[in-house]
């Protein structure tokens, strides 16, 4: 059984920072790759930033180089470190995980709230 769970989520103003964490119930390089996905209210899900088992990584366009998607293998977690947060960042985060070799398929946490504010 795979498992997602997000934390990090919160309050803050325009410019500030937020890191968002990603714990997984297995092995990160077990998975095809994992990402963090958004979805502001009355948006669709977008996504933010992906990274594979081999370590690549790729970003939504409107992230212009303020995020840093990254993994620690050895506490089975995925981060996003969001820096200069803009209120239009204001949304649910959700952890995705692809899993699985032959039938692969989807897995989601339950989201965190990120709310940029002044």
């Known amino acids: 059984q795979v498992q997602v769970v997000e934390s990090g989520g919160g309050s803050v103003q325009p410019g500030g920072s937020l890191r968002l964490s990603c714990a997984a119930s297995?092995?990160?390089?077990?998975?095809?790759?994992m990402g963090w996905y958004r979805q502001a209210p009355g948006g669709q899900r977008e996504l933010v930033a992906r990274i594979t088992s081999g370590y690549s990584t790729n970003y939504g366009d409107f992230v212009k180089g303020r995020f840093t998607i990254s993994g620690d293998s050895a506490k089975n977690t995925v981060y996003l470190q969001m820096n200069n947060l803009k209120p239009e960042d204001t949304a649910v985060y959700y952890c995705?995980?692809?899993?699985?070799?032959?039938?692969?398929?989807?897995?989601w946490g339950q989201g965190t709230q990120v709310t940029v504010s002044s």
């Open positions: 297995r092995s990160i390089f077990s998975f095809n790759a």
């Open positions: 995705n995980a692809d899993f699985g070799s032959k039938y692969p398929r989807d897995y």
